[in-house]
């Protein structure tokens, strides 16, 4: 005889599904969320581009029709995009329907330090995005997705092309800020030395280093054109550093104590690294050190942002982020060993190695 009577089975799920078929629809939702994700950075590329975050704080907490006539956008789409956004805490919506800042929507803002605005700006653009279709070439051919994309390298990309340069140093100054001072203030300098930032951009990393300990010095080495934007001619830096132009495969500056290395390795392969090592050991002094800052990736299942920048890295270049082992091996084949590992508050490592007699 049938009877309505809940089973164990089903008693706690009206529905009739049990537990493993609930365990399953939710590892399809939250797979079909992962595989849509391409949404994510554009709708916060779209937020950043018209402002958003900036128009909330300058008028307080506003409806999406009310943004939208700040903004001379369509209201309907703009409202889908924000509330898909406050879905991941960037932004929240009220019960009146305005939206209001969050901690992560004012780090967006032109003015927030670390400017982010830029960085999300840069990971939006096409010159970004393009290269992630082609991945799976990548993984077949080893080609970066970039090459396939666009018939050249990353980097004679932005040299060609003044926009997407511009674009590139702005996000990547953003990005190197949360690095920079989280650096000056988990390494301790030797007192009064004079360290050589190589390939250091405009100087962000010199800058927060010297700003932070009073009795360094500095020497900013890049390309010529990139030195030449550099971001330390402020009175509090007067008469400690200087710029010198070159090319970071061939030599490197004469006569400094600490060689530091950010963000540049993970650019190039693993011998075209060598290289830049061994330039930079023929001009470091024995009792010198070489320090690398990088994401140092862990060997274990857990979430890591160097895992997902090295992902990104597959697609635009040759280099990668790089284990520990990793580093010790690249170290050995250019002049140098592994002394420590020390953490920063970023997602970055400063990796610390001495010079090693030939």
Same mark, same amino acid.
């Given at each position: 005889?049938?009877?309505?009577?809940?089973?164990?089975?089903?008693?706690?799920? =009206?529905?009739?599904?049990?537990? %493993?078929?609930?365990?399953?629809?939710?590892?399809?939702?939250?797979?079909?969320?992962?595989?849509?994700?391409?949404?994510?950075?554009? *709708? !916060?590329?779209?937020?950043?581009?018209?402002?958003?975050?900036?128009?909330?704080?300058?008028?307080?907490?506003?409806?999406?029709?009310?943004?939208?006539?700040?903004?001379?956008?369509?209201?309907?789409?703009? /409202?889908?995009?924000?509330?898909?956004? *406050? +879905?991941?805490?960037?932004?929240?919506?009220?019960?009146?329907?305005?939206?209001?800042?969050?901690?992560? %929507?004012?780090?967006?803002?032109?003015?927030?330090?670390?400017?982010?605005?830029?960085?999300?700006?840069?990971?939006?653009?096409?010159?970004?995005?393009?290269?992630?279709?082609? !991945?799976?070439?990548?993984?077949?051919?080893?080609?970066?997705?970039?090459?396939?994309? /666009?018939?050249?390298?990353?980097?004679?990309?932005? $040299?060609?092309?003044?926009?997407?340069?511009?674009?590139?140093?702005?996000?990547?100054?953003?990005? $190197?800020?949360?690095?920079?001072?989280?650096?000056? %203030?988990? /390494?301790?300098?030797?007192?009064?030395?004079?360290?050589?930032?190589?390939?250091?951009?405009?100087?962000?990393?010199?800058?927060?280093?010297? +700003?932070?300990? =009073?009795?360094?010095?500095?020497? !900013?080495?890049?390309?010529?054109?990139?030195? *030449?934007?550099?971001?330390?001619?402020?009175?509090?830096?007067?008469?400690?550093?200087? +710029?010198?132009?070159?090319?970071?495969?061939?030599?490197?500056?004469?006569?400094?104590?600490?060689?530091?290395?950010?963000?540049?390795?993970?650019?190039?392969?693993?011998?075209?690294?060598?290289?830049?090592?061994?330039? $930079?050991?023929? *001009?470091?002094?024995?009792?010198?050190?070489?320090?690398?800052?990088?994401?140092?990736?862990?060997?274990?299942?857990?979430?890591?942002?160097?895992?997902?920048?090295?992902?990104?890295?597959?697609?635009?270049?040759?280099?990668?982020?790089?284990?520990?082992?990793?580093?010790?091996?690249?170290? %050995?084949?250019?002049?140098?060993?592994? +002394?420590?590992?020390? =953490?920063?508050?970023?997602?970055?490592?400063?990796?610390?190695?001495?010079?090693?007699?030939?």
């Amino acid at each position: 005889m049938a009877t309505d009577r809940p089973t164990p089975e089903n008693a706690e799920h =009206p529905d009739g599904a049990d537990a %493993a078929q609930q365990a399953q629809l939710r590892q399809a939702a939250q797979l079909i969320e992962a595989i849509m994700g391409q949404l994510y950075p554009a *709708a !916060l590329h779209t937020a950043v581009r018209f402002r958003i975050p900036d128009l909330l704080a300058e008028h307080g907490p506003r409806t999406a029709g009310q943004l939208a006539a700040l903004a001379d956008l369509k209201e309907p789409n703009l /409202y889908r995009i924000l509330r898909y956004l *406050a +879905t991941r805490e960037i932004f929240r919506e009220d019960e009146q329907g305005r939206f209001h800042l969050t901690p992560m %929507a004012e780090a967006l803002r032109a003015d927030a330090q670390p400017p982010l605005r830029d960085f999300a700006m840069l990971l939006g653009d096409e010159m970004f995005w393009h290269p992630t279709i082609h !991945l799976h070439e990548t993984v077949r051919t080893g080609t970066p997705g970039f090459e396939t994309a /666009y018939g050249k390298t990353f980097f004679q990309h932005l $040299s060609e092309v003044p926009e997407a340069a511009a674009t590139f140093d702005a996000g990547m100054a953003g990005f $190197s800020d949360l690095v920079n001072h989280a650096v000056a %203030a988990s /390494y301790a300098f030797p007192p009064g030395a004079t360290l050589a930032d190589i390939g250091g951009g405009r100087g962000g990393l010199l800058r927060a280093l010297l +700003t932070a300990d =009073p009795v360094l010095n500095g020497v !900013l080495y890049d390309l010529e054109h990139v030195v *030449a934007g550099h971001r330390l001619d402020v009175p509090e830096l007067k008469g400690r550093w200087r +710029t010198e132009a070159g090319d970071f495969f061939t030599s490197v500056p004469e006569g400094c104590d600490v060689h530091l290395i950010k963000h540049v390795l993970h650019d190039w392969s693993d011998e075209d690294s060598a290289r830049i090592l061994r330039a $930079s050991r023929r *001009a470091l002094p024995d009792h010198g050190r070489l320090l690398v800052v990088d994401a140092v990736l862990p060997r274990d299942n857990a979430p890591h942002p160097g895992k997902t920048i090295d992902g990104l890295m597959m697609t635009l270049l040759e280099g990668k982020e790089r284990t520990r082992e990793q580093f010790e091996e690249l170290f %050995a084949r250019s002049g140098y060993r592994l +002394t420590r590992i020390v =953490p920063t508050p970023s997602f970055a490592c400063v990796v610390e190695a001495e010079p090693v007699a030939p």
